[in-house]
């Protein structure tokens, strides 16, 4: 029963978002006058087929690993293209347009996970209080003097020209733990000092600051949580906080958090590149299977929460400049926009080779990881 949830999660799961990415594409060309040919979800053998009076065709393909737009485009030499259908075609519109046929994919999912997060919030959803646990000794929080039961009110960055000095005011409300640990990462993957306002178990306030020249560095060897020493203190069930928002409240919250996550998740794919994150954190499809079932056993609310990072993880993905992503055509956009050339066919050809062998080789990697986690161990 478990494994068919856990299934039964994961087509859900791709189906949302796989959907969601190419309806932005599918959505910006129809506006932008484009005819679209086909609409595809997943690859392979079709097994279902519908041709819209449009004579788009609605395609759900045997492997459901993704997706795709197919644009009436006069690039593409499989096509032929009629000349009463030649304004129809994707390489005859503006280059702003065309520009925002490809980024409106990673748009969609950046609008999906505020949706989903709003949704969370306007339902009201349980949180952890903001109350610190006790800090290992050997630890930043140690030094400052922070001790179990200590709860933090506030937040605030420190610019480097005010690190030194006594700050009192301009903190931001800490609503709970999850609050406090993004800010936490943002901090550390940004490596920018910040200030506590905290009030002890007594009842007195006082504010603690961590330089940006103390705070630990990202490292795939060490925890930079364990050196800060900032962790929640735990709390039972009963004593967590309820986080219910109105609609416009929970569209702007939804907003402010999901640029949060945006930001912390662009400099931890980053982090690979220069080494402050470990390759073993990629995943691949059993690790989003087996998250997507747990997240559905335990609610719908944890599942909606796993299915906006997942949705801020694909969007950013799709960003990357290489070839065969959203990201590599933007790069091509932009060559066109500062050289007023088009990239030629053959070169985008061979882009696309190398591409698609460093998606194959990214995809395997992180293939491996799971077996690795959920077969190996």
């Known amino acids: 029963m478990q494994a068919l949830t856990t299934f039964a999660a994961f087509l859900l799961t791709l189906g949302i978002l796989v ?29 279902f087929t519908y041709v819209a009076r449009n004579r788009t065709e609605w395609v759900i393909a045997a492997i459901p690993l993704g997706g795709y737009v197919k644009l009436l485009d006069g690039r593409d030499t499989s096509q032929t293209i009629l000349e009463s259908e030649r304004h129809q075609a994707f390489d005859v519109k503006p280059l ?9 994919g990673p748009i969609a999912n950046f609008i999906l996970a505020i949706a989903l997060f709003a949704c969370i919030y306007m339902s009201g959803v349980a949180q952890l209080p903001a109350y610190l646990g006790t800090p290992p000794k050997p630890s930043l929080a140690a030094s400052e003097g922070i001790v179990a039961g200590d709860q933090v009110l506030g937040w605030k960055f420190l610019s480097e020209d005010l690190q ?22 943002d901090a550390l993957t940004g490596h920018e000092g910040f200030a506590l306002r905290l009030r ?15 705070l630990p560095a ?55 590149l220069t080494g402050s994150s470990s390759i073993k954190q990629l995943g691949g ?8 079932g747990k997240s ?30 959203d990201g590599g055509q933007l790069l091509y956009d932009a060559w066109e926009l500062v050289t007023g050339k088009r990239i030629s066919v053959s070169m985008q050809e061979v882009f696309q080779k190398v591409g698609f062998f460093l998606l194959i080789s990214l995809s395997l990697l992180a293939l491996f990881n799971d077996l690795q986690r959920y077969l190996l161990t």
């Not at 702003?96 to 409106?104: D, E």
Request: glycine share 8%.
């Open 218 to 272: 990202m490292s795939p060897e060490s925890d930079p949580f364990l050196v800060l020493g900032i962790r929640p203190q735990p709390t039972p069930q009963a004593d967590f906080l309820t986080l219910k928002l109105g609609p416009i409240e929970a569209l702007a919250y939804a907003t402010e958090r999901v640029w949060l996550m945006t930001k912390v998740s662009t400099r931890m794919m980053g982090g690979l």
């Open 200 to 214: 002890s178990a007594s009842g007195l306030e006082s504010i603690k600051a961590f330089p940006s020249q103390d």
């Open 285 to 292: 499809p059993l690790s989003i299977a087996d998250m997507a």
């Open 164 to 185: 030194n000095t006594e700050i009192s005011e301009g903190f931001t409300p800490i609503l709970s733990w999850n609050v406090l640990r993004w800010k936490l990462l």
């Open 96 to 104: 702003w347009q065309r520009s925002l046929i490809v980024a409106c």
């Open 19 to 47: 959907s969601f990415h190419e309806f932005g594409h599918f959505l910006a060309a129809r506006l932008c006058g484009v005819r679209v040919l086909r609409f595809a979800l997943g690859f392979g053998k079709p097994l």
């Open 296 to 325: 559905a056993q335990v609610g719908w609310q944890p599942f909606l929460a796993f299915l906006a990072l997942l949705s801020i993880s694909i969007g950013l993905l799709n960003l990357v400049p290489l070839p065969m992503l």
